[in-house]
């Protein structure tokens, strides 16, 4: 997996990672490169995550991401990542195809074998905000703007956003953010149920690596397995839901991981998960 990028950084310690996004001068805006970037990070951090048991989504700066850089407007870049050379395209259109491949610079946070939390400060606005939703969780800073700013410009949330928004705080209230392109605070983002957290701007990085490190002292085949299950239930009937649960819980009763939390009960120590 390629170790330099242009407009991200990725720092990784023990069990948890950081994902920065790079751009502090351009408050984190995303560009046709961003986006291929992070789906190349993406593509090679699902296939194989290493050490990674959970991951912090977290912007450079005094912004996590004010959205699109509107130089992509003016640079004909609409089509997204379109073009690249990954072995078949995904619709007929090419501006569809485009764009779907953009979105799977997002989809692999919500796809990943590890817990992904987005730490938000500033603003997430647009494609800030969309990429905050395909993570599994949302720490939002004081004093934060979080918005779908898209129809200012003519054009539909398109990264994620008409589908995760309404999974996340329901339908009407996903309908009248985006129809408005309205802007929210942190405090109606916690209301609302769009973050989990809120914490004064400077306890963001404390508050996110409390709750990473957390999730990292978990049995790693259990996280990942109850993810794929919580995530599967959105799109299922509940007998399909609960047959998706068994299959996972099926994963986890034979694994070391179990063998090992009922040992480290049983003998009143911590715990040590491999993931096997």
Known sequence: MQTEWNTLRLEIDGHVAHLILDRPDKLNSFTIEMWRELRELGQGLVADPGP?????VIGSGRAFSSGIDTSVFSGGGQDGIA??????TRHPNPMVDGIMRTQEAFSWLEDAPFATIAAARGYALGAGLQIALACDIRIFARGISVGLLEHKYGIIP???GTQRLPRIVGTGKAKEMIFTAARIDAEES???GLCEQVVPDEELEEAAQKLADRIAAQPPLAVREAKRAINAGFDLPIADGLRIEAEAQSVCLPSQDMREAVT?????????YRGE
Do not use: K, N, T
Request: glycine share 24%; no cysteine; charged share 25%.
């Open 264 to 272: 480290a009960f049983v003998e009143g120590r911590d715990p040590v």
């Open 83 to 88: 073009g690249g050379a990954d072995g078949g």
């Open 52 to 56: 990674i048991r959970s991951l912090i």
């Open 158 to 160: 398109d990264l994620g």
């Open 190 to 192: 916690l209301r609302i």
